[in-house]
């Protein structure tokens, strides 16, 4: 186990808060969003114990809302919402809600990658940015398809389908077919 997960899991909250402010900004968010060797990060195990005051310390030092661990059942919503705790479901729908403006920038910045190596005649890097920019797609389907959330990515994520499909025609880019890649759903083609 992780030094940050073991006092996560053993509830010793002060040594937490020690630790967490001995460390470095970044060291601390690092620790914090490392793993055990089950997968289960330290916001996970205090999320499955119910502990208000360590998930606002975790989420207060960095603790990442939307990394799922090793399993997809390990999503930070899911588990606020098992504990039937509105305080706690509110926690991470707010930290949620805050980590939208950067998710929409790293998309925005993908499309615009895109369409700036389109105009170079650049088609190797526009078909790399196409598979950075559908990563970004799944990673906000898988961590923002939530009643709550839906409409945080609506427009957004239709604005960048809308400027990316005419060039994904433009240059003939068809996926590696071993790839799990639908470009035709992801980007609304309609082939």
Not at 106 to 132: M, R, S
């Amino acid at each position: 186990m992780t030094r940050i997960y073991n006092l996560v899991h053993y509830q010793d909250h002060e040594a937490l808060q020690a630790t967490l402010h001995s460390l470095s900004p970044d060291e601390a968010k690092k620790q914090i969003n490392q793993a055990n060797e089950l997968g289960y990060l330290p916001l996970h195990e205090a999320l499955l114990q119910r502990n208000h005051d360590t998930i606002t310390l975790l989420l207060h030092h960095g603790a990442d809302v939307n990394q799922l661990g090793n399993h997809p059942r390990q999503h930070t919503l899911a588990l606020a919402r098992r504990t039937q705790d509105p305080e706690i479901i509110d926690l991470i729908l707010l930290a949620k809600q805050h980590a939208v403006p950067a998710l929409r920038q790293q998309l925005q910045t993908g499309v615009e990658n895109i369409k700036h190596a389109f105009e170079q005649g650049n088609t190797e890097f526009v078909h790399d940015q196409l598979y950075d920019v559908h990563e970004v797609m799944q990673y906000i389907d898988i961590n923002y398809h939530d009643p709550a959330l839906n409409n945080l990515f609506q427009h957004t994520l239709s604005e960048a389908a809308t400027q990316i499909a005419p060039i994904i025609r433009a240059v003939s880019w068809v996926p590696d077919p071993s790839d799990d890649f639908d470009a035709s759903s992801t980007f609304n083609l309609g082939v």
